[in-house]
């Protein structure tokens, strides 16, 4: 599903990806851990091309994204990723509904096929009765839902999420992290998260350590395991 060929970056005379090699599968749950400064979100970034590389190629779904232009690069990240941030990053001034249907509109859906959608995951999330309030109405658990439908909406491929259970109790943290694998087997998403909480990255199916811009361990797919349940969340 995403293929990482020797990845370098620097921003400025700080080199903060040294050649970095990476495989994820189609189907998996996989974090990215290490200490900070260890160049997480500038993968993250890169994979997701908001940012570019110096040099090496990012391969997603067998389309070689550094080859695409402005235009196309963005179309592709419209249709075929979906982010999640740590701090949801909703527009304060449009309802729950309306967030998650901005990607749907910019993708050039119509509103009846958009709202629809966004109604079908409002009910998945369990969102059904906050369609209509805003994000200064709902509960960082809430809005971090929401967040996750408005980075489905347009059934991407692939969903890039950056701390995404950072700023949340541990009870959104444990409902968070069982959300992402029930998503994976309904949708068939590839997720990979960015993350500094052990306990989600101990449920991942595989996890990637990283240290001064590069990879340390990559995991093991072939130990892949199960969704999270209260016996294995460490919080």
Known sequence: ??????????????????????????????????????????LLQIMGTLDKADSGSVTIDGVDVGSLNAGKMAEFRNLNIGFVFQFHQLLPEFTALENIMIPAYIAGKSSKEAKQRAKELLDFMGLADRADHKPGQLSGGEKQRVAVARALVNNPAVILADEPSGSLDSKNKAELHRLFFELRDKFGQTFVIVTHDEGLAAITDRTIHMKDGMIETAGDDTTATNEPTDDNITL
């Open 1 to 42: 599903m995403i293929t990482i060929k020797g990845i370098r970056k620097s921003f400025g005379s700080l080199e903060v990806l040294k050649g970095i090699d990476l495989e994820i599968n189609k189907g998996e749950v996989v974090s990215i851990v290490g200490p900070s400064g260890a160049g997480k979100t500038t």
